[in-house]
């Protein structure tokens, strides 16, 4: 068990919805990414925050957004989706932005 | 992008053999580096981590190699065990900004 927790852990909704997944970093990080994994496109960086605040972006849609609560806990937005956006999202958290990142169990999102 | 994709390369060894797992990262402003392991349907679990003022770093049966000339790095892995078997990816990462998946490598290992 990394620490890090992700909800739900599986997700089926339908193409033009909206939905939220939720990351509780480990006890102590201050540090959250979001990543999407699917077959065609490996791990891929989406956006990562810092104590609270937007640090780095990677090739994040503009239907996703993201945010970092007070208490450091993480939710990652995903609207108006598209069959393509059906992908693993992991979570990782790490003390600062350069040391160990730990993952979570992933929420597996289908959309149908 | 923000990782390479697909296709992933395979390695097979024999139990009991070393495994070396290599990989070419993209940023020579790169700092610290990682190696992950991924098992099917888990998240991907920390192995082994380096920065980029050292040039080797051990741990529990596993070695990283950092040759800053060549951007690459490699994971040495001693005595493998079928349970090694998974998806191992290299991770950098650039003053605590971003941290950035290489594709990846599938490891087999036969008994």
């Known amino acids: 068990d990394s620490g890090v927790t992700q909800t739900p852990k599986h997700l089926i909704t339908a193409t033009g919805q909206r939905v939220t997944l939720r990351c509780s970093p480990r006890?102590?990080?201050?540090?959250v990414y979001w990543y999407q994994q699917s077959l065609d496109q490996g791990l891929q960086f989406l956006i990562q925050y810092y104590n609270g605040e937007e640090r780095a972006k990677g090739n994040i849609l503009e239907r996703f957004s993201a945010q970092q609560f007070p208490d450091l806990h993480s939710e990652l937005n995903l609207s108006s989706l598209e069959l393509g956006d059906s992908a693993l999202y992991f979570c990782?958290?790490?003390?600062?932005?350069?040391?160990?990142?730990?993952f979570g169990q992933g929420t597996r999102l289908t959309v149908v | 992008g923000e990782s390479v994709g697909l296709h992933l390369p395979t390695l097979s060894v024999q139990e009991g053999d070393n495994s070396i797992i290599n990989c070419a990262y993209s940023n020579s402003a790169s700092d610290y580096f990682i190696w992950y392991k991924q098992e099917s349907g888990k998240g991907p679990q920390f192995i082994i981590d380096?920065?980029?003022?050292?040039d080797k770093r051990q741990g529990q049966r596993v070695t990283v190699l950092l040759n800053k000339t060549v951007k690459h790095l490699s994971l040495q892995i001693a005595a493998t065990q079928p349970g090694d078997s998974a998806v191992y990816f290299c991770a950098e990462n650039r003053n605590g900004n971003k941290l950035v998946f290489g594709a990846g490598t599938i490891l087999r290992v036969k008994s």
């Open positions: 990782a958290s790490s003390v600062r932005g350069d040391t160990e990142a730990f």
């Open positions: 380096i920065r980029s003022n050292m």
């Open positions: 006890s102590g990080d201050l540090s």
